[in-house]
C-alpha cells in the first residue's frame, strides 16, 4: 500500500505547478488597465515647472490591453497638493505609443503648468500585439492543468494515452510561455531604449513582468514533474512485477 501512496502523492506535483502557471498567466493577461496596478511595466517622470512654482510627477503604468496615467501637482516646496489627474485609455490589444503620447497626455493633466516637452518612448503595434501569447498561454495552461489530473488516477484502459497526452500539452505550454515571457521582456527592452533624454523620466519592469518568468519556471518545473512521474510509476509497476515473482504481498 506505501509505494501506490507514494506515487500518488508524486504524481500531484504535475498539477500543481501547471495550476500555479495558469493562475500567474490569468492574474497577467488581466493587468492594466483591468486591474490598473499590475502592470507590465511603470513610466515615472518628475517634471518641474519652466517658469517656477512647483511642477508635476506621476506616472503610467502599461498592461496588455492598455495603459493608465496619473498625474499630480506640487507646489514649489515639492509638496503634493490634494488633486490629481488620472485616466485609463481603452485601448485593447496591439495598442500603439507614439513619441508624443505621454508629453501631451501630461501636459493636460498638468493644468496649464509650463513643463517641457519632449518625446516619449515609443511603441508600435505589432510589437504589442505579440502580447496575445500571454491569454493563450493561459488557456493551454488550464487545459493542461485538467489533462494532467489524469496523472493521479488514470483510467486503467486509457494511462498510456492520458500520460502521453499530458506530456506534450505540457511541453507546449512551456514553450509558449516562454515564447510569451521573452517577447514581453523584448518589449519592455524596445520602450526602454526610446526613453527621453535630457527629463527625468524613468522606466522600470512591473509585477506582471516577473509573474510571467515565474509562470515560465512553473511550467518547466511542470514538465520535468511529468516525466519523472511516468517514469516513477513504470519503475514502480516492474518493482510490482518482481515482488510477485518471488511471491512478497
Not at 493562475?23 to 496596478?37: D, R, W, Y
Not at 519592455?188 to 513582468?209: C, K
Amino acid at each position: 500500500m506505501r509505494a501506490p501512496t507514494i506515487m500518488a502523492l508524486k504524481s500531484l506535483r504535475t498539477p500543481l505547478f501547471l495550476f500555479i502557471a495558469f493562475i500567474l498567466l490569468l492574474v497577467v493577461s488581466l493587468s492594466a488597465p483591468i486591474l490598473g496596478h499590475l502592470p507590465l511595466f511603470v513610466v515615472k517622470f518628475l517634471l518641474d515647472s519652466q517658469t517656477g512654482g512647483g511642477g508635476v510627477s506621476g506616472f503610467a503604468w502599461f498592461g496588455l490591453t492598455g495603459y493608465c496615467l496619473r498625474v499630480d501637482h506640487f507646489n514649489e516646496t515639492g509638496v503634493l497638493g490634494d488633486d490629481h489627474f488620472a485616466v485609463c485609455p481603452s485601448k485593447g490589444v496591439g495598442y500603439t505609443m507614439s513619441g508624443t503620447y505621454l508629453s501631451t497626455a501630461i501636459k493636460e493633466g498638468s493644468r496649464g503648468i509650463d513643463i517641457p516637452t519632449f518625446e516619449g518612448p515609443v511603441l508600435h503595434g505589432p510589437l504589442s500585439m505579440s502580447l496575445i501569447l500571454i491569454p493563450i498561454a493561459c488557456a493551454l495552461a488550464f487545459l493542461a492543468f485538467i489533462l494532467s489530473l489524469l496523472m493521479i488516477k488514470p483510467i486503467e484502459m486509457n494511462i498510456r494515452r492520458a500520460r502521453l497526452a499530458t506530456i506534450w500539452m505540457t511541453a507546449i505550454v512551456a514553450i509558449v510561455t516562454t515564447a510569451a515571457t521573452i517577447m514581453a521582456f523584448v518589449l519592455v527592452g524596445i520602450v526602454l531604449t526610446s526613453m527621453p533624454l535630457g527629463v527625468d523620466v524613468r522606466l522600470f519592469y512591473g509585477d506582471a513582468s516577473w509573474m510571467m518568468l515565474g509562470a515560465t519556471i512553473a511550467s518547466y518545473c511542470a514538465v520535468i514533474s511529468a516525466w519523472a512521474t511516468i517514469y516513477g510509476f513504470k519503475r514502480g509497476r516492474k518493482n510490482e512485477g518482481f515482488k510477485n515473482i518471488d511471491g512478497e504481498d
